[in-house]
């Protein structure tokens, strides 16, 4: 009589332990396939027409319309037409506002370093987390802007073929052709 109840007790041992072993492959599996995922961005808002293309060497033909929503990752342009707008969500809590006529390329989302380059016009960028060590850049034709700390940050092209970095809050790093400097709260440069 004592060995079916001890048979029974094994069995229920060696079920318990399985179903613990396979649970713990099934979470390894998911944080594996998450973990090979890009990071991604997405369009959080649009106002008026604003266009996606999804490489940045793609004929003008390649654009669709954008809608929130839409994922974004590296190697996609957004390009706001006349009177438009969109925002764009980043990892974190770091976002961008695209004014009407600018074109932005999305370099690099990775986990420290959010590179992106601003082709015309103007716009918004609102940093609102970076880990010590992380990079948030924006670069021009005419050189780059490194955002060192939390802040809300503007940079724009002018007529003049110029570049204009205004730093509403936080600190700004700006290497360009003119030199290198940073840009406080309320500074331009």
């Keep these: ?10 069995a229920i041992v060696c079920a318990v332990l399985a ?3 396979v649970a713990l492959w099934m ?5 594996v396939a998450a973990e090979s995922l890009p990071n991604a961005a997405r369009i959080e808002r649009v106002e008026g027409q ?17 809608v929130p929503n839409t994922p974004v990752s590296a190697g ?8 438009s707008r969109t925002s764009l969500a980043f990892t974190g809590r770091n976002f961008a506002t695209l004014d009407p006529n600018t074109s932005l390329d999305v370099l690099a989302l990775e986990d420290e370093r959010t590179q992106l380059a601003l082709r015309d ?16 850049e924006v670069g021009t034709p005419y050189g780059a802007v490194n955002f060192e700390q939390p802040g809300l940050y503007q940079v724009g092209l002018d007529d003049n073929g110029g570049a204009i970095v205004s730093v509403l809050s936080g600190l700004a790093q700006v ?9 406080s709260k309320g500074e331009m440069l």
């Design 19 to 21: 179903g613990g072993a």
């Design 50 to 66: 604003v266009a996606l293309n999804d490489s940045l060497m793609a004929a003008d033909t390649d654009w669709v319309q954008a």
């Design 27 to 31: 979470k390894h599996e998911t944080r």
């Design 175 to 183: 290497v360009g052709l003119g030199g290198t400097g940073r840009v």
């Design 1 to 10: 009589d004592a060995l079916p109840i001890y048979l029974t007790i094994v």
């Design 76 to 83: 996609d342009r957004i390009y706001t037409r006349d009177n």
């Design 121 to 136: 016009g103007n716009a918004i960028f609102d940093v609102g987390y970076l880990d010590p060590g992380d990079v948030f």
